[in-house]
């Protein structure tokens, strides 16, 4: 049940909000981390996972209802860190990415595939794994750090608060898919945005994100961003599943 752990982080919604995946902790201690978690909503039960990786810190995501994608080890072999996907209606794990040759960072569904942030060498790439082709694409090599993102199914397009190599400060950016270019849509309106940014997107594909001075919209039509609430306080931005 939820009430026999001390605490949870890192809460992530199916798509259609009927399971909550987290991480959770026995003890006021980030040495009692339990590992990954996933509790049904509909029944106000805990879901089983019959596996035996040590999903590596937040690097969870679902890909649809029934789908969940981690990334992580069984500790058993020094190549068993892969990613793997665990199907709820089967009840069965199986490998979806045998290797990345890197180290994962951060990862996102996008649309048949996934996006992920891998750590190589002194470098980084930011890569589309297509599943239904099981090939690989370099988006970028100067993405440093993503905290937040979301795919536009439409447009193939993903949204992004991060960082680019040689900057210090959080911006918001656009990447296609299809040719790889990465655009900032951020600069001097919000000088920043916030590293705890969630990030939403409307039905019109208009991306909602916070900064300091409160929150604002990039409007992909005339590609403007407005501020549309600058009222001084702590924000964040949450999307209805419907969306």
Known sequence: TLDSFYSAADLKLSPSGDKLA???????SLDSAEGLKVFDINSRKMLTLKSKVLV???LYCWLDNNNIVYYGSTG?????IKMYKYNFESNQEEVYLE???GYCTYMLPAGNGLVYLKEIGDGRELVYFDKSSGSSKVLS????SIYNAKF??????????????????????KISIKSGDVVRV????????EKESNLCMDKAGNVYFTAMQGVYMYN?????VSLISGHTGKFNVYQDASS
């Open 99 to 101: 290797s990345i040759q």
């Open 22 to 28: 987290f991480r959770c902790y026995k003890e006021d």
């Open 56 to 58: 590596s810190g937040t």
């Open 186 to 193: 951020t600069y001097d309106f919000p000088s920043s945005v």
């Open 220 to 224: 992909v039509m005339d590609q403007s």
């Open 141 to 144: 090599s100067n993405v440093e």
């Open 152 to 173: 536009n199914l439409n447009t193939k397009e993903l949204f992004f608060a991060g960082k680019e190599a040689g900057l210090e400060t959080p911006e918001l950016y």
């Open 76 to 80: 058993e072999k020094s190549d068993s």
